[in-house]
């Protein structure tokens, strides 16, 4: 009997250091949820259990931000653009503004016509200037979506001048909405007069 108690005894301390060994190696081996990733960052947002409900795909709220994301050619566009929002612009009566229709940010004949000559002037008379096109609005609409439709307005100008031989890395653009209208009656005259492209020019 003493001999049955003592194999059974050392039976079940086997079982157990087995189990112990086991469970050992793998803990070192698990692996998440499917589903979610493991947050390394250490923050507000970090999970007491080192899991965050996000997909691969997802970024970290507490990962570091970064300022821009694109191809090489738009990241070099945005520190041009960047760099040129630094000089001082001065308004100037050899740049003509465009104007638009309404809720359009699309070029007509008419601004077309006035690109032309805008865009000869700067090829061949100031080679050398940067310019400033700030897109307007009239007061209709939400501020957001006129701070939107503006900066689309001065972009089709800037577009446009480009592809009349213009370097895009001399132009910034800017939008304003409606907030720096030139005229502040309600009327349609009014208002076309402030759905605009303006121009200005730093050497």
Not at 22 to 45: H, R, W, Y
Not at 81 to 89: A, N, V
Not at 158 to 184: A, Q, W
Request: aromatic content about 8%.
């Amino acid at each position: 009997m003493e001999t049955n108690k003592h194999n059974e005894t050392l039976l079940i301390t086997k079982i157990i250091i087995f189990g112990l060994i086991f469970l050992s190696a793998c803990s070192k081996n698990i692996t998440p949820p499917e589903g979610m990733i493991v947050d390394q960052t250490v923050g507000e947002n970090a999970s007491s259990s080192g899991f965050t409900n996000q997909t691969p795909d997802q970024k970290s709220s507490s990962s570091e931000s970064v300022p821009f994301s694109g191809s090489d050619e738009e990241a070099s566009a945005f520190v041009t653009d960047t760099r040129l929002s630094d000089l001082e612009f001065k308004t100037t009566s050899d740049l003509k503004d465009i104007h638009f229709k309404f809720d359009q940010y699309d070029l007509d004949d008419s601004s077309r016509e006035i690109l032309n000559k805008n865009a000869t002037f700067l090829k061949i008379k100031s080679p050398i200037a940067k310019i400033e096109i700030q897109g307007h609005c009239d007061e209709r609409g939400t501020n957001n979506y006129n701070i939107s439709l503006a900066e689309r307005r001065a972009k089709s100008t800037k577009i446009y001048l480009v592809s009349l031989g213009v370097d895009p890395k001399r132009i910034h653009t800017i939008s304003f909405g409606e907030e720096s209208p030139l005229c502040t009656d309600n009327t349609e005259v009014c208002w076309s007069k402030n759905r605009r492209a303006h121009f200005r020019v730093s050497s």
